[in-house]
Nanobody, 126 residues
Framework: QVQLVESGGGLVQAGASLRLSCAAS????????MGWFRQAPGKERDIVAA????????YYSDSVKGRFTISRDNAKNTVYLQMNSLKPEDTAVYYC???????????????????WGQGTQVTVSS
């Protein structure tokens, strides 16, 4: 069982940066692939970024590539999402998720993730 708690969201102006953190409970964190998803009002939940178990492989959606960076610290049971050059269209609730195994690459499909956090709101004003 893994519990995930996101933090770091907030209200910022366009062009600003935020770093989201997702703290995981349980000793099995390092064996999971992790992902960040977001859901804007009235829209579907979309993948933002994903990372494999040791951080050696990552995936980014086209909309955030070059602006966001996903990373993980397995010693701290934490995954991060550094978000730079934020745009109003980045406004959403951001969720972290855990799933797969050490054999998994970065997973893009939310259905492959077993555990989800409660989400943290990110609002970017123009």
């Amino acid at each position: 069982q893994v519990q995930l708690v996101e933090s770091g969201g907030g209200l910022v102006q366009a062009g600003a940066s935020l770093r989201l953190s997702c703290a995981a409970s349980g000793r099995t964190f390092s064996s999971y692939a992790m992902g960040w998803f977001r859901q804007a009002p009235g829209k579907e939940r979309d993948i933002v970024a994903a990372i494999n178990w040791n951080g050696g492989r990552t995936y980014y959606s086209d909309s955030v590539k070059g602006r966001f960076t996903i990373s993980r610290d397995n010693a701290k049971n934490t995954v991060y999402l550094q978000m730079n050059s934020l745009k109003p269209e980045d406004t959403a609730v951001y969720y972290c998720a855990a799933g797969g195994s050490v054999y998994s690459g970065p997973m893009r499909d939310g259905r492959e993730y077993r555990y989800w956090g409660q989400g943290t709101q990110v609002t970017v004003s123009s």
